[in-house]
């Protein structure tokens, strides 16, 4: 039972209780993870697949042959995902059957160009552990490849790419996620006046950098103490023409702090999987400012990712 907020001094009235004193969003907090594993066995077991691939409702008997699992086990999973609805439920003669819904279909099958099947299962396979070690990532305050992994953290890239599976995995991730916030991304300022863009990747401390009139940083600085950036925004500084820009693409924190929601949790998994941490525009723009850059602005989306431009004075 959740405490009584203070309602100040009572003139001998006897209190009656809130009738909000149950404790809805802690509950739902607390249990939270049920509903991420739900998704990622789901999707794992390829549950919404075999639906996209039948093309009628089926029943929890033949997707459970189907994904190879007990027919108990399927049948409160595919339950779970109705409530969470994720499935549609059609009841002919007593007997229930399932089909994706529109979300499932385009977002949850492996075959859609707009899959988050690969994000999901790094999530599962991945992060989850890593955020296992939350409380001691927030102890030590650093990543936690070590204890998940039993991976050396001295080198980042060699522990998030510790196999060249978790490489491709991790690509993966970042890809599946530009499909559905890239466009908002490469539209909130007019790139036309550059001709030449650069996606920076690989080893961009030590490689010598291309020639380009635009240097997209998409998710980079996040990984890295403001050390490390101002080091790689310096190397791009030099190695660029005036007139030249940096394209920063992250999740801004807003500047006092207060949210969005998917930034703050973000710079959690920045601490117990990276070097880095989410930053808002003023900070970001600090470290363009600290390289050299000049004429730094940043947009808002409204999705997961932002945008901060600076540029190479002429
Ligand atoms: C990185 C991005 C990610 C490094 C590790 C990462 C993401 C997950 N792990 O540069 C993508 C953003 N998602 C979350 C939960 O932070």
Not at 59 to 77: H, K, N
Not at 127 to 132: G, K, V
Not at 161 to 167: G, K, L, N, T
């Amino acid at each position: 039972m959740a405490e009584l907020p203070d309602a100040g001094p009572t003139k001998g009235a006897p209190t009656t209780p809130a009738t909000d004193v149950y404790p809805r969003k802690i509950l739902e907090y607390m249990e939270g993870f049920l509903i991420s594993k739900t998704v990622f066995t789901s999707c794992e077991l390829g549950v919404f697949d075999v639906l996209l691939a039948a093309e009628r409702p089926l029943s929890a008997e033949e997707i459970s042959q189907a994904v190879g699992a007990s027919l108990d086990g399927t049948q409160r999973l595919l339950a779970a995902c109705a409530g969470l609805q994720l499935l549609n439920t059609h009841w002919d003669n007593g007997q229930v059957f399932y089909s994706n819904t529109e979300q499932s279909r385009v977002f949850l099958t492996r075959s859609s160009p707009l899959s988050l099947c690969q994000s999901i299962q790094y999530s599962s396979r991945t992060i989850y552990l890593c955020w296992h070690y939350l409380t001691d990532a927030v102890r030590e305050g650093r990543n936690q490849y070590e204890k998940a992994f039993g991976v050396s953290s001295k080198d980042l890239f060699q522990a998030l790419y510790r196999s060249d599976e978790e490489m491709v995995k991790f690509m993966h991730l970042m890809n599946s996620i530009w499909n559905i916030c890239g466009r908002d991304v490469v539209t909130a300022f007019d790139l036309m006046p550059f001709k030449v863009i650069c996606d920076l990747g690989g080893d961009f401390f030590k490689d010598s950098l291309p020639v380009a009139d635009l240097y997209i940083l998409a998710r980079i600085l996040h990984d890295w103490t403001d050390e490390r950036c101002i080091e790689l925004l310096c190397r791009i500084y030099k190695a660029c023409k005036p007139g030249s820009a940096v394209l920063l693409v992250e999740a801004l924190l807003n500047e006092d702090g207060s949210g969005p929601l998917t930034a703050q949790l973000y710079s959690l998994n920045m601490l117990v999987q990276t070097e880095g941490r989410e930053r808002t525009g003023a900070q970001y723009a600090a470290l363009l400012a600290a390289s050299g850059f000049t004429n730094i602005q940043h947009r808002l989306t409204g999705k997961i990712y932002d945008a901060v431009l600076g540029h190479k004075e002429t």
